[in-house]
């Protein structure tokens, strides 16, 4: 899963696109110009441009490699537009193109003003033998500090074989006004209390001004007739907050409707919700805080990605502060999920690759009826076992495959009503788009050796996108990217998080709203790469979890929590409230020293350091000498 951003090592024309017409010049590689294909760079002799061997006939990128190490691609710089996001293209055909990475693909990526890689977009691509097959993508918003932007199809590194691109484009991928419409609800069900519901909107400023435009709920009242609500719209939501109680029983459409400064109705989208006399008996699901319930009771899931479960090495997982995992091979065996239930180890079930057509599909598995039944069986044999805590549904799919990803998730509740759906992206500037298809949600910053901080800025992004409606269980760093590099230079250049960083980024996440972490990945810590030994690295991640795990009583905590102001972006605040007493989590994201110095939005009679450093209070101001990359949780005792 995780080797999806590339270090992408080409040479690059240097033509910009034009200020009008397509933003890809030649993409079908038609325009020659003496002898040399317009727009595009040549990379030797495996990368040609043939003629004849595009889609019609036409001219096409030619790619024919024996060397696995080799890895170079033609390029073509490109002009994009910040905060704007684009869809791109390309169309690929294969023939025996073998390796372990995805295929023959395209990516776009951008440099900040020093020349610098900031990131990019990418996405699966085409192995084996596969007539021709589109292959498309849609970048974030692009970053406001991007200079230069290029596009390039290519093959991934490692794969040998051959491969040929044609009609290659770039084009603005204009968002919808409205983007759907969702409930704080687990599931859309409530039997009681408030509900809020959230518009995710993108209006243009000149479109759309407000507050002449505006948004209104439309949904059925208890009385039976038709109620209208107005929305508050702030940057990317539309709110609205009713009591239960107010809608009429059973399932109804709630609609969001978006009206234009002169009454004309736009936009609009549906939330299908549920009042019910009584909430349904369910193995797992959300409360109003976030936090996973499993058999009635709050639980906090701590766990690491796994690639199957082994016997041979369960029993030192199970010895550890784990209390779940996630194997990518799941249990076929009943066996093997008895062995973690009976370690109170929960399992969150993958089925992330049942998509016909992808990478790594189940042998069989080639249309979308293999794809139901394949999960129906899976679903059948494990939904009521005891040891399952969610099905793990994707793992950093394109949002070009949303269509699938969606029905996915409804198949999963249709199937097992009673355990929610989690997936991972590394996508997280897009989590609003991915929204219909999840329950639970989580990223995975991978920034060591660049620095932790991104597991605050990712975390944040991902809590934004979701709107603060649904959990967020996230994906930290545990891993050596050295273990995913071929040779012994780039294994060099990498190393695994210290143990300080490990412990920043765990608590950068929960600070930032996770209510769950698994960390990647237990199977990586057995490969040792640049010699440090598994009981080295093993050790550090228990000493990390078996922190977090003794806090855990007040992560789960509901209690009246204070409110913190004054805090810069360098750290990271959360707050608890438990038995009367209040809890501050405050982490530096940074790794030099940081003395904190917060508000509190009441004044307390005493402060006690819980972890991390010894703090001061003076009424309603807290302050604390951080350590480089330091947590510290403080206990708030009430006058």
Same mark, same amino acid.
């Given at each position: 899963?995780?080797?999806?951003?590339?270090?992408?090592?080409?040479?690059?024309?240097?033509?910009?696109?034009?200020?009008?017409?397509?933003?890809?010049?030649?993409?079908?590689?038609?325009?020659?110009?003496?002898?040399?294909?317009?727009?595009?760079?040549?990379?030797?002799?495996?990368?040609?441009?043939?003629?004849?061997?595009?889609?019609?006939?036409?001219?096409?990128?030619?790619?024919?490699?024996?060397?696995?190490?080799?890895?170079?691609?033609?390029?073509?710089?490109?002009?994009?537009?910040?905060?704007?996001?684009?869809?791109?293209?390309?169309?690929?055909?294969?023939?025996?193109?073998?390796?372990?990475?995805?295929?023959?693909?395209?990516?776009?990526?951008?440099?900040?003003?020093?020349?610098?890689?900031?990131?990019?977009?990418?996405?699966?691509?085409?192995?084996?033998?596969?007539?021709?097959?589109?292959?498309?993508?849609?970048?974030?918003?692009?970053?406001?500090?991007?200079?230069?932007?290029?596009?390039?199809?290519?093959?991934?590194?490692?794969?040998?074989?051959?491969?040929?691109?044609?009609?290659?484009?770039?084009?603005?991928?204009?968002?919808?006004?409205?983007?759907?419409?969702?409930?704080?609800?687990?599931?859309?069900?409530?039997?009681?209390?408030?509900?809020?519901?959230?518009?995710?909107?993108?209006?243009?400023?000149?479109?759309?001004?407000?507050?002449?435009?505006?948004?209104?709920?439309?949904? /059925?009242? #208890? !009385?039976?007739?038709?109620?209208? @609500? %107005?929305? =508050?719209?702030?940057?990317?939501?539309?709110? $609205?907050? +009713?009591?239960?109680?107010?809608?009429?029983?059973?399932?109804?459409?709630?609609?969001?409707?978006?009206?234009?400064?002169?009454?004309?109705?736009?936009?609009?989208?549906?939330?299908?919700?549920?009042?019910?006399?009584?909430?349904?008996?369910?193995?797992?699901?959300?409360?109003?805080?976030?936090?996973?319930?499993?058999?009635?009771?709050?639980?906090?899931?701590?766990?690491?990605?796994?690639?199957?479960?082994?016997?041979?090495?369960?029993?030192?997982?199970?010895?550890?502060?784990?209390?779940?995992?996630?194997?990518?091979?799941?249990?076929?065996?009943?066996?093997?999920?008895?062995?973690?239930?009976?370690?109170?180890?929960?399992?969150?079930?993958?089925?992330?690759?049942?998509?016909?057509?992808?990478?790594?599909?189940?042998?069989?598995?080639? /249309?979308? #009826? !293999?794809?139901?039944?394949?999960? @129906? %069986?899976? =679903?059948?044999?494990?939904?009521?076992?005891? $040891?399952? +805590?969610?099905?793990?549904?994707?793992?950093?799919?394109?949002?070009?495959?949303?269509?699938?990803?969606?029905?996915?998730?409804?198949?999963?509740?249709?199937?097992?009503?009673?355990?929610?759906?989690?997936?991972?992206?590394?996508?997280?500037?897009?989590?609003?788009?991915?929204?219909?298809?999840?329950?639970?949600?989580?990223?995975?910053?991978?920034?060591?050796?660049?620095?932790?901080?991104?597991?605050?800025?990712?975390?944040?992004?991902?809590?934004?996108?979701?709107?603060?409606?649904?959990?967020?269980?996230?994906?930290?760093?545990?891993?050596?990217?050295?273990?995913?590099?071929?040779?012994?230079?780039?294994?060099?250049?990498?190393?695994?998080?210290?143990?300080?960083?490990?412990?920043?980024?765990?608590?950068?996440?929960?600070?930032?709203?996770?209510?769950?972490?698994?960390?990647?990945?237990?199977?990586?810590?057995?490969?040792?790469?640049?010699?440090?030994?598994?009981?080295?690295?093993?050790?550090?991640?228990?000493?990390?979890?078996?922190?977090?795990?003794?806090?855990?009583?007040?992560?789960?905590?509901?209690?009246?929590?204070?409110?913190?102001?004054?805090?810069?972006?360098?750290?990271?605040?959360?707050?608890?409230?438990?038995?009367?007493?209040?809890?501050?989590?405050?982490?530096?994201?940074?790794?030099?020293?940081?003395?904190?110095?917060?508000?509190?939005?009441?004044?307390?009679?005493?402060?006690?350091?819980?972890?991390?450093?010894?703090?001061?209070?003076?009424?309603?101001?807290?302050?604390?000498?951080?350590?480089?990359?330091?947590?510290?949780?403080?206990?708030?005792?009430?006058?």
């Amino acid at each position: 899963m995780k080797a999806s951003l590339l270090a992408c090592a080409a040479g690059l024309a240097a033509c910009a696109c034009a200020a009008e017409g397509p933003i890809v010049r030649n993409g079908g590689f038609e325009d020659v110009k003496g002898g040399q294909t317009v727009g595009w760079n040549a990379v030797g002799r495996r990368y040609v441009y043939a003629d004849g061997a595009g889609r019609s006939g036409t001219r096409a990128l030619a790619f024919e490699n024996d060397d696995p190490k080799f890895y170079s691609f033609p390029g073509q710089r490109i002009e994009l537009k910040a905060g704007k996001t684009y869809k791109y293209e390309v169309w690929v055909r294969t023939e025996n193109l073998k390796g372990d990475e995805s295929g023959a693909s395209i990516c776009i990526e951008w440099s900040g003003p020093d020349g610098k890689w900031l990131g990019g977009s990418y996405t699966s691509g085409v192995k084996g033998t596969k007539d021709w097959t589109r292959v498309e993508g849609v970048t974030q918003p692009i970053p406001a500090n991007a200079r230069s932007f290029r596009v390039s199809p290519y093959v991934r590194k490692g794969l040998t074989g051959k491969a040929w691109f044609d009609d290659i484009s770039v084009t603005p991928y204009v968002r919808p006004p409205v983007m759907g419409l969702y409930s704080s609800a687990y599931r859309n069900v409530a039997a009681s209390g408030p509900v809020t519901f959230k518009a995710a909107v993108s209006l243009d400023a000149d479109e759309y001004p407000l507050p002449a435009t505006r948004g209104v709920l439309r949904y /059925t009242g #208890a !009385d039976g007739t038709r109620h209208e @609500t %107005a929305t =508050v719209i702030a940057g990317d939501e539309a709110t $609205a907050t +009713l009591d239960v109680a107010a809608l009429a029983p059973g399932k109804q459409d709630v609609a969001f409707v978006l009206v234009k400064g002169d009454g004309k109705e736009v936009a609009s989208a549906i939330c299908p919700f549920t009042r019910v006399a009584q909430m349904p008996a369910r193995a797992v699901w959300f409360d109003e805080f976030g936090r996973t319930i499993v058999n009635g009771q709050p639980f906090f899931p701590l766990g690491m990605y796994w690639g199957g479960v082994t016997t041979n090495k369960f029993e030192i997982y199970a010895k550890g502060p784990f209390n779940c995992l996630m194997p990518y091979a799941s249990p076929t065996s009943k066996d093997l999920m008895d062995l973690c239930h009976a370690h109170g180890v929960k399992v969150i079930y993958s089925v992330k690759d049942v998509f016909s057509g992808t990478h790594w599909a189940p042998k069989g598995v080639n /249309t979308e #009826a !293999d794809e139901v039944a394949y999960i @129906t %069986a899976r =679903v059948s044999k494990f939904k009521d076992h005891p $040891a399952l +805590l969610a099905w793990y549904l994707n793992d950093e799919l394109p949002l070009s495959m949303l269509p699938r990803l969606s029905a996915r998730r409804d198949l999963l509740e249709r199937l097992d009503p009673g355990h929610p759906g989690w997936v991972v992206l590394y996508q997280y500037t897009q989590i609003a788009d991915y929204m219909p298809s999840f329950d639970v949600i989580g990223t995975d910053p991978y920034p060591i050796p660049r620095p932790a901080a991104m597991a605050s800025t990712w975390t944040r992004a991902t809590r934004k996108g979701t709107m603060g409606l649904k959990p967020l269980w996230q994906v930290p760093q545990a891993f050596d990217w050295a273990a995913y590099k071929k040779t012994p230079e780039e294994k060099k250049k990498n190393r695994a998080p210290t143990e300080a960083e490990l412990r920043s980024m765990c608590w950068q996440c929960i600070a930032c709203g996770a209510n769950g972490l698994v960390m990647y990945s237990w199977f990586d810590l057995w490969k040792e790469p640049n010699g440090v030994p598994f009981a080295q690295r093993w050790a550090e991640v228990c000493r990390v979890g078996q922190e977090i795990k003794e806090q855990i009583p007040v992560l789960l905590a509901t209690g009246p929590a204070p409110s913190v102001s004054g805090a810069p972006d360098e750290l990271a605040v959360r707050t608890w409230g438990k038995d009367g007493a209040a809890y501050v989590l405050v982490v530096n994201t940074t790794d030099k020293p940081f003395t904190a110095s917060l508000t509190l939005s009441e004044p307390f009679a005493a402060a006690q350091r819980v972890i991390g450093p010894e703090p001061k209070l003076v009424g309603a101001s807290l302050g604390l000498a951080l350590a480089p990359l330091e947590p510290a949780l403080v206990r708030l005792t009430r006058k």
